[in-house]
């Protein structure tokens, strides 16, 4: 048993708490002339943010394993999470991402009573609430897969049935955005995964097929889909049809071979013909369709090579396309009980109602690029007549991770906004919810040779007079790519997080509309549920912050714990708990106990404000990566608190804390108690076992107290976050 222990700093007498004192004994030493001064510019006019931590530090729910949703919302696993000490929630909506169809509510009605076409939930609230919901399939789906759709489907494009086909969505057309539809082409593309040869297309086409369109290759260095603005789309000598006439044409493209990894159709005007649903619903009757694509070569005497591989699954040649028509059946719905991405977006009664909101307002989703707009309306609808508070609408999740152009993006956004603004004007919309980018998002070059997503989609909404339409601006943080994450990713917080905001700002983002990071963690594989995980954590949140930002979502609250789908051999990724087979919480992870030392030490929890200045000090290595960061509040209490990351995994970091008022002429310090509470190794270090990975020791921070003076030295102990937290001297 350890027996307290009472050390003496500059003769006063430091106190210590728990059972872990001996970790504590590097905390506070007498100062020595390494020390490094670590300063707070706290004059009045040098605020970097004010926030209140409720509405500021947020977490997020998702899609779960149907299996798990009922244990995950049980009261005594709700009442674990909540001690983590977030705030406000963000709703993620998954569906998008699959490429399926969203029911928020499992009753409704179906454009085709026969229980198919267009299906829009039901918005009269019933006595039964709902627990769960899913999404559906899309049957005339154009992806083998994109950001998101790597697991579950099929493109129609190559599957190998001409019964089949890809549709493009009926609201990118003339009768729904009121532009002609040459300003919203849609597309398709064959990556044949390796350069190749091709002079010749065969195009099956359905109905309603392309009138107009070109069939191009792709000249670059770059990737057509991922790196756009790193090459061109060129026509081939013959590729531009100007009257097409459906059916199933064979095209010699070019005299000669042209060698390359892409071929794109690009389509710009419709025969506006009906499609097997009937002309009943007019959706039916606009757009494009194709049942089935074949590229590659035709010789001299008429013989084609397809290079093309027809197979229902993943196994097909990668396709892509620009939207897909959101009309399914009943059959469609497909839910394997332990998987995520066929299970449950929990049913919203269950979510507003089970504690997990904590009360507050949340960010609710709408589906968006495979839904319709009435359907939103519907959905908003419910939530407003059941009374559930909602402070803003985030638009549809991850479009550029579906490849669609901001352009179409914008036009899809204005439909919603006016179907969502008819239930409430005082609805507060945004987007687009990015994927977790670290620099701008390039799509191909449009006709002025403009290639930043996120400006051209600004510039839609003001070309339409409707920027009032966009009220904030979201995105995700995911910074590291790959299931290894070294020791050193850590050095490139907070910079990415500050780089990518400065990116929105720059393509055009007016000041007055907030920036919300609304789904965020280190992707990091199992450097996630190590101490890793707690220093990256504080340093982005905390980052995120003092570059302007108004509130910050970590993903997620619930304690679903599997290996990561790209990381295979991990069980570290995305939570603040690991489970047992049964989803019941088993253990706390270091990024447990950062949200509590983030929420609930370094910021004053509640509804009151927090004023946050800059901390800036030059602890470097050799390498020159910035070893501790800093970050100040001014607290309601009046207490500052300021919380310092130390990189260095091996060494602690002895510093002195200054406070510079009036731009420097006057200097303050720590005066009289001071409270220091602090998270390391010494306290937390993971155990890598797969599914049955652990932490030992397993403590939550360590807590102190000094008699501070102006010559105090705090030592941070290595790899740690450490919270210092008191009065200064007048």
């Not at 030490?601 to 501790?628: C, M, N, S, Y």
């Amino acid at each position: 048993m350890l027996m307290p222990i009472f050390s003496l700093v500059h003769g006063k007498t430091l106190r210590r708490s728990g059972t872990l004192a001996l970790a504590l004994t590097s905390i506070l030493v007498a100062l020595s002339a390494g020390a490094q001064v670590v300063r707070v510019d706290m004059t009045p006019g040098h605020v970097v943010n004010t926030f209140k931590p409720r509405y500021a530090l947020g977490s997020t729910v998702d899609r779960v394993p149907s299996n798990a949703t009922d244990t995950f919302f049980r009261p005594d696993q709700v009442a674990q999470i909540q001690q983590a000490g977030w705030g406000v929630i963000s709703y993620r909506q998954n569906t998008d991402l699959f490429v399926q169809a969203w029911h928020w509510n499992p009753k409704g009605t179906w454009s085709d009573p026969r229980g198919q076409g267009y299906f829009v939930g039901d918005p009269h609230p019933a006595q039964e609430m709902i627990r769960h919901s899913y999404g559906y399939q899309l049957r005339h789906r154009g992806f083998t897969r994109n950001g998101g759709s790597e697991f579950d489907g099929y493109s129609r494009l190559d599957d190998g049935d001409l019964e089949s086909y890809w549709k493009s969505n009926p609201y990118l057309s003339q009768p729904f955005t009121a532009e002609d539809d040459s300003l919203h082409p849609q597309w398709v593309v064959v990556n044949l995964e390796n350069s190749a040869e091709v002079n010749a297309m065969r195009i099956a086409w359905a109905e309603p097929y392309a009138r107009v369109y070109q069939v191009q290759y792709w000249v670059g260095a770059g990737d057509a889909m991922d790196e756009q603005d790193k090459g061109q789309w060129r026509t081939f000598s013959v590729g531009s049809i100007s009257d097409g006439q459906g059916g199933t044409p064979t095209l010699r493209l070019d005299s000669a071979p042209v060698r390359t990894k892409f071929v794109r159709i690009l389509m710009t005007q419709s025969s506006n013909t009906c499609d097997t649903h009937g002309a009943e619903d007019r959706r039916n009757c606009v757009g494009y369709a194709i049942r089935e694509l074949y590229l590659g070569t035709i010789d001299s005497g008429g013989q084609f090579t397809d290079l093309i591989h027809h197979s229902p699954d993943q196994k097909q040649t990668l396709t892509l396309c620009s939207s897909v028509d959101p009309w399914h059946d009943a059959a469609d719905l497909y839910v394997a009980p332990d998987r995520m991405e066929s299970g449950d977006q929990p049913g919203f009664d269950l979510f507003f109602t089970s504690g997990i909101t904590r009360g507050l307002p949340a960010i609710i989703p709408v589906a968006l690029l495979y839904s319709t707009p009435e359907d939103a309306a519907a959905q908003m609808t419910y939530i407003k007549r059941r009374g559930y508070p909602v402070s803003y609408i985030e638009m549809g999740e991850e479009a550029d991770g579906q490849y669609m152009l901001p352009e179409d993006y914008g036009a899809l956004y204005l439909q919603f906004a006016d179907r969502l603004h008819g239930v409430d004007p005082k609805l507060k919309l945004g987007g687009p919810a990015f994927q977790g980018v670290t620099e701008d998002i390039k799509a191909w070059p449009d006709p002025l040779g403009r290639t930043s997503w996120f400006a051209r989609f600004l510039n839609y909404l003001k070309g339409h007079g409707r920027l009032q339409d966009l009220t904030f601006m979201s995105f995700e943080h995911y910074p590291y790519e790959g299931c290894e994450t070294p020791w050193q990713n850590l050095y490139q917080e907070p910079e990415l997080i500050t780089h990518i905001m400065k990116v929105w700002r720059d393509d055009g983002l007016p000041q007055h509309l907030p920036l919300l990071d609304t789904e965020t963690n280190a992707h990091g594989g199992e450097a996630a549920v190590d101490i890793f995980g707690a220093l990256w954590l504080a340093d982005s949140f905390a980052g995120f912050l003092s570059a302007g930002g108004q509130s910050t979502y970590y993903y997620h609250d619930l304690p679903y714990s599997p290996a990561h789908p790209a990381c295979p051999n991990s069980w570290g990724t995305y939570h603040m708990f690991m489970v047992d087979k049964d989803y019941q919480i088993r253990q706390r992870t270091a990024q447990f106990y950062a949200a509590q030392l983030i929420t609930s030490e370094w910021a004053q929890p509640g509804d009151e404000v927090d004023r946050q200045f800059l901390a800036t000090g030059d602890i470097k290595d050799a390498q020159g990566h910035t070893l501790v960061t800093a970050y100040a509040l001014e607290r309601p209490d009046r207490e500052w608190a300021l919380m310092l990351i130390n990189k260095d995994h091996d060494h602690p970091q002895p510093i002195r804390i200054q406070f510079d008022d009036e731009n420097g002429k006057r200097q303050h310090t720590f005066t009289g108690s001071v409270t220091i509470i602090s998270f390391g190794k010494a306290q937390y270090q993971w155990h890598p076992a797969r599914k049955n990975g652990y932490a030992d020791p397993d403590h939550p921070p360590a807590k102190s107290s000094v008699h501070a003076t102006a010559t105090t030295v705090y030592t941070l102990p290595a790899a740690s976050v450490t919270v210092v937290r008191g009065r200064l001297n007048s």
